[in-house]
């Protein structure tokens, strides 16, 4: 009989002590997907369509820094990528706009659309390049943006202009 009362209370003793480990990793998991323990920021995020690549977005005082790729199994050339505010003009008229930007990084004030082209590098399947939109306005802490990424391309030189969207953001200046 002492000996089936020992083995109860070490039953009882890993059962109280394995629910407690238990609830502390669904806290610590919690807490890590909230962004608190190094995760993203609560509220950033990059959903890429799919054969499309989307990281590490970071909205921070006139820029917003993004990594975008493409794993279609083409390689680009003479690509423009460009951010559209959530509400702001259709893809087409956004990339009519960003196709006549003369620069990197050149922000157009008509109607929220900012363009970063990468036509001096190389856009291949499976590559990926960081971008940095700048804007005329300075994003303070904790605003928040919501908008899609979009890019027109070539597959060779004076072929035809492709245009797709290649994710839909939501960021949280920090």
């Given amino acids: 009989m002492a000996r089936n009362m020992r083995l109860q209370s070490a039953m009882e003793y890993l059962m109280t002590y394995g629910w407690a480990i238990l609830i502390i990793a669904v806290v610590m998991v919690a807490l890590f997907s909230l962004g608190i323990l190094g995760g993203n920021p609560l509220g950033t995020s ?11 977005p970071v909205l921070h005082g ?7 790729g493409q794993a279609t199994g083409n390689n680009w050339v003479g690509t423009n990528v460009f ?20 620069s990197t990084n050149t922000f157009s004030t008509n109607g929220g659309v900012i363009c ?3 036509n001096t590098i190389a856009l291949n399947s499976g590559g990926t390049a960081t971008l940095v939109f700048v804007s005329t306005s ?14 027109t391309y070539y597959l060779s030189s004076g072929g035809t202009q492709y245009t797709v969207q290649l994710a839909t953001a939501t960021l949280k200046a920090v």
């Fill in 83 to 102: 951010w559209v505010n959530q509400g702001s003009p259709s893809s087409a008229t956004a990339s009519a706009l960003c196709n006549g930007a003369a």
């Fill in 46 to 56: 990059c959903l890429s369509q799919s054969g499309y690549i989307c990281q590490s």
């Fill in 116 to 118: 970063a082209s990468t």
């Fill in 138 to 151: 300075t994003a303070t802490v904790g605003t928040t943006a919501a908008g899609t990424i979009w890019a």
């Fill in 62 to 68: 006139t820029t917003f820094n993004v990594v975008v």
